[in-house]
């Protein structure tokens, strides 16, 4: 059972151009979303992330848009940057007093210079 | 500062042998959580420790798998009787807190299993 899913295994993207990397999930407890960057060999990095009360964060290059009604986010990268290629991970968590976190399979980015 | 370190970073084994994995947290991190990622997959939750006890290990495939952190800092992933399904990479991860706020993960490089 895939609570979180990036049906988008990977996407190509022009230097410059904007990105946007979608996300769905079905647990309608999730309230907390975040985004992590994975290099090859080294471990997840995290990027960004939303509360479920809001519906837009932003930081610098990156913007993450939270559509709780679709339950679907989504994480803009503008402009996007060739150091920006790597495997993006949507994450979610539920209230609880920790941060179980519950990850998609990821989206293969590739910015082509 | 020196962050998540895990080792080994590659492990082959044979089936039936045991293993264990090592992560050692930021310094100040009390939450520690280990993950598997399965080629193709996203990481998957296998157990977390506020401290020295597990405070949720739900995650853990079944009673092959074992984890400790006796001293509220290192922990080990023991796998016993390993079974060629067990390969993956093994990552391990630690916040400041395990609340929202100084929640974030910061995750190790992983340690990459190979059962043969």
């Known amino acids: 059972d895939q609570q979180v899913k990036q049906n988008s295994p990977s996407l190509s993207v022009q230097e410059g151009r904007i990105s946007i990397l979608n996300c769905d999930y079905t647990?309608?407890?999730?309230?907390?979303f975040l985004w992590y960057k994975k290099y090859p060999a080294e471990g997840p990095t995290f990027l960004i992330s939303i509360s479920s009360i809001k519906d837009k964060n932003e930081d610098g290059r990156f913007t993450v848009f939270l559509n709780k009604s679709a339950k679907h986010l989504s994480l803009h990268i503008v402009p996007s940057q060739p150091g920006d290629s790597a495997v993006y991970f949507c994450a979610a968590s539920a209230s609880g007093g920790y941060q179980k976190v519950t990850f998609g399979t990821g989206t293969k980015l590739q910015v082509i210079p | 500062g020196a962050g998540v370190s895990q080792t080994p970073s590659n492990k082959v084994t044979e089936k039936g042998k045991y293993v264990e994995l090592r992560c050692d947290p930021i310094s100040g991190h009390t939450a520690l959580y280990w993950y598997r990622q399965s080629l193709g997959q996203g990481p998957e939750f296998l157990i977390y420790?506020?401290?020295?006890?597990?405070?949720?290990d739900s995650g853990l495939p079944n009673d092959r798998f074992f984890a400790v952190r006796p001293e509220g800092s290192v922990s080990t992933l023991k796998i016993q009787r390993t079974e060629r399904g067990d390969s993956a990479v093994y990552l391990c991860?630690?916040?400041?807190?395990?609340?929202?706020?100084?929640?974030?993960?910061?995750f190790g490089p992983g340690t990459r299993l190979t059962v043969l």
């Open positions: 991860a630690s916040s400041l807190t395990s609340g929202r706020a100084g929640n974030e993960q910061f």
């Open positions: 647990n309608s407890m999730f309230d907390y």
């Open positions: 420790f506020q401290g020295t006890g597990a405070a949720d």
